[in-house]
């Protein structure tokens, strides 16, 4: 469903033209005067509909720390609940570049749903940004020049946690996930990682996407008594299992570890069984920086609400948009230039300043965090600038 949240750019047009005091002018003359029209294509229900509104809540941020606008153009936004369900993701981007026409398309979580928006992203050459989801492919096999993302790829977190663990003497892990695209990349990364380090993943399990019926899985685990257990979850599914993980009695006895989105922006829900997990992830609450420490004090007054990595990723990916429209002032026609823009800006984030990588992925410190209360604190930095190996991409 889409809903267009101000008038219409044809009424727009009637009304300008009556403005002006003349009954129709020219297309061009108000090419620069028109809407930029952003398309929100984000989850707002289901399992990760908090993780859409942390990003639809930082793109606005950002957007209004610009002064409401991008290249000096105001905004129309065009907003569809994808419900992190791949099988609507093409018809549903679809409609947002054909029908309603956005000049830039903005999503999505679920590294499913982002395989339809990169398909018809790279078949319309319309401009999109991704705030969040992983899919090593949207930078990989698939990289185009007008796709773009500001959070990470699924290897990305999960990699440096391997030789974490390793360097603590865990030598036998077993290795969790919802079973699609997302995990399994996320368990491959850590994999990666864990078995050049020395280590041994013993066995993989999963169980399928939304599901939350952790239960036999956590006896199975009790059973093989491995020295930790990595994990890929987020949003409501991270609260389950850390809940369920307690109440089999595996805290304390067996470590719990994964990408950090499993203590993300859950942190008021889940209470103390999170307490003392540990995770890897290229953001964490307290990172001591002025700009860290603005945005969070902005977000929380802005929204009445603790911000998270996706709320950062969603500021970012207006950040880069706000970048890209500056140097082009507003004139989403000259697209080598608005490209070359976002390709070369340096993002002051609140997660640290990064750079994109050739295929258009951040370059960025990936932290180790413990929960500490209400925090997922920094305790160090596990891997100074990674970058995605970026597979199967022939740009740059
Ligand atoms: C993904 O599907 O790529 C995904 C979803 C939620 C996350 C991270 C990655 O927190």
Redesign the pocket.
């Known amino acids: 469903m889409t809903k267009n949240q101000t008038f219409g750019r044809r009424e727009f047009l009637k009304t300008a033209a009556a403005a002006a005091g003349v009954a129709s002018l020219p297309n061009f003359a108000f090419a620069q005067g028109a809407k930029i029209r952003v398309g929100l294509m984000l989850p707002y229900t289901g399992i ?1 509909a908090q ?1 859409g509104v942390a990003i639809t809540n930082g793109f606005k941020l950002a957007v209004t720390e610009n002064g409401g606008k991008l290249g000096g153009r105001e905004i129309e936004y065009f907003t569809v609940d994808d419900e ?1 369900d791949p099988s609507k993701a093409t018809d549903n981007a679809n409609k947002l570049v054909t029908r309603d026409k956005v000049d830039v398309l903005i999503g999505t ?6 395989m339809g928006i990169v398909k018809i992203a790279r078949e319309s050459g319309v401009l999109h940004i991704n705030p ?4 090593a492919a949207a930078t990989g096999a698939l990289c185009a020049p007008n796709i773009f993302r500001t ?2 790829t ?1 290897w990305q977190p999960a990699y440096p946690m391997g030789k974490v663990l390793a360097d603590r003497g865990i030598k036998r892990v077993v290795t969790l996930t ?1 079973k ?4 399994d ?2 368990i491959e990364g850590f994999k990666e990682g864990f078995t050049k380090a020395g280590g041994t993943v013993v066995k993989e399990l999963s169980l399928p996407f939304p599901s939350e019926e952790f239960q036999s899985l956590l006896t199975e685990i009790a059973s093989i008594k491995p020295d930790a257990v990595f994990v ?4 409501s599914a991270g609260i389950k299992l850390i809940k369920d993980w307690k109440a089999a009695g595996l805290k304390g006895k067996i470590g719990l570890y994964g ?1 950090g ?1 499993l203590t ?1 922006g859950i942190l008021e829900a889940v209470g103390d069984a999170a307490e003392g997990i540990e995770t890897t992830l290229h953001y964490g609450d307290g990172i001591e920086t002025p700009k860290n420490k603005t945005f969070r004090l902005n977000y929380a007054k802005t929204f009445k609400l603790q911000p998270d ?2 709320a950062v990723q969603g500021y970012d990916a207006g950040q880069l948009l706000v970048a890209g429209l500056k140097a082009v002032k507003g004139d989403m026609n000259k697209k080598k230039e608005l490209i070359t823009a976002m390709e070369t800006a340096k993002i002051d984030s609140p997660r640290g300043v990064w750079t994109m990588s050739k295929a258009h992925n951040p370059i960025q410190d990936i932290y180790l965090r413990k929960v500490v209360g209400k925090e997922n604190k920094v305790m160090g930095v596990a891997h100074k600038a990674l970058a995605d190996p970026a597979r199967g991409c022939k740009m740059g």
């Open positions: 990760y993780l992190s979580v679920h590294s499913g749903v982002e969040n989801a992983g899919a959070s990470f699924n919802h699609y695209a997302a995990g990349e996320a890929f979850f987020a949003g990408s989105f993300d990595v996706y």
